[in-house]
């Protein structure tokens, strides 16, 4: 499944910290938690061996998603596929994050099929091809 694939997410809830990263590690994904974007910059500075995605809540403190992700792209000079995982469900809130610069948008609360086909997307060329199909989800 995702065995080798490194994930930072950036998220201020808790809550959603806790679904996501549970979700992401039960597929075999090695998850890092920013919870903030200037958090999310800092470890996609010092962070050895480097990120293969970013999933970007918008809202947060001191640093906004669509913000960080600006840095990303502007400042880091950094190609990494951001999804944008928020709340914000407007046609209008996707057209900002694809200003931004961000890869794609999911909207949550999520579906993990939807999270899968997501990462499935931009992830694809890192993924055992063996498991193309959404792997099932452990009970939270």
């Known amino acids: 499944m995702l065995q080798g694939i490194r994930i930072l997410l950036v998220e201020d809830i808790k809550v ?3 679904i996501a990263t549970q979700v992401l590690k ?13 958090e999310s910059l800092e470890h996609l500075q010092r ?7 970013v999933l970007m ?3 947060m403190p001191v ?5 960080a992700t600006k ?7 950094l190609s990494t596929p951001i999804i944008a995982l928020t709340a914000n469900a407007s046609i209008c809130d996707r057209d900002m994050c694809m200003a931004a610069g961000m890869n794609d948008y999911l909207t949550k609360p ?16 890192l993924i055992r091809q063996e498991n193309v199909e959404a ?6």
Request: net charge negative; charged share 25%.
């Open 110 to 125: 999520f579906q993990p099929v939807d999270l899968w086909e997501k990462i499935q997307a931009h992830l694809s060329h």
């Open 71 to 77: 840095h990303i792209r502007q400042d880091l000079h």
């Open 47 to 53: 962070d050895i061996p480097p990120y293969d995605l």
């Open 57 to 59: 809540d918008i809202q």
């Open 16 to 18: 959603n910290q806790m």
């Open 63 to 67: 640093m906004d998603g669509l913000e």
């Open 26 to 38: 039960n597929w075999g994904a090695e998850v890092t938690i920013a919870e903030n974007g200037q």
């Open 135 to 140: 792997p099932p989800v452990k009970k939270l």
